[in-house]
Nanobody, 120 residues
Framework: QVQLVESGGGLVQPGGSLRLSCAPS????????MGWYRQAPGKERELVAR???????NYADFVKGRFTISRDNAKNTVYLQMNSLKPDDTAVYYCYCKIQPFRGFYRDSWGKGTLVTVSS
């Protein structure tokens, strides 16, 4: 019923910036945690950043000081501002939302992914 739609990926040079956005397209009751994960070639999917309903954040060590996660609860949208991008950041970035489609019932929802390529 609920689909997550990511946008903002693309090709950038090392040191550049991108801003990813994600929002559900379907009708929901509420969104709890939101976050971003990524999967690089030959590697498993890993946490990039997560943000709770009240705004508490967690970051992977490899993005601290470079990436910022934020959310707009009125728009049910989560963002990832990525600065000082490195070639190692190249990956498919997936949006994650813990959704409560109706009270007392939770679903882990994933976007289809948006490709971020950092290359000179």
């Amino acid at each position: 019923q609920v689909q997550l739609v990511e946008s903002g990926g693309g090709l950038v040079q090392p040191g550049g910036s991108l801003r990813l956005s994600c929002a559900p397209s379907g009708t929901i009751f509420s969104i709890e945690d939101m976050g971003w994960y990524r999967q690089a070639p030959g590697k498993e999917r890993e946490l990039v950043a997560r943000i709770t309903t009240d705004g508490s954040t967690n970051y992977a060590d490899f993005v601290k000081g470079r990436f910022t996660i934020s959310r707009d609860n009125a728009k049910n949208t989560v963002y990832l501002q990525m600065n000082s991008l490195k070639p190692d950041d190249t990956a498919v970035y997936y949006c994650y939302c813990k959704i409560q489609p109706f009270r007392g019932f939770y679903r882990d929802s994933w976007g289809k992914g948006t490709l971020v390529t950092v290359s000179s």
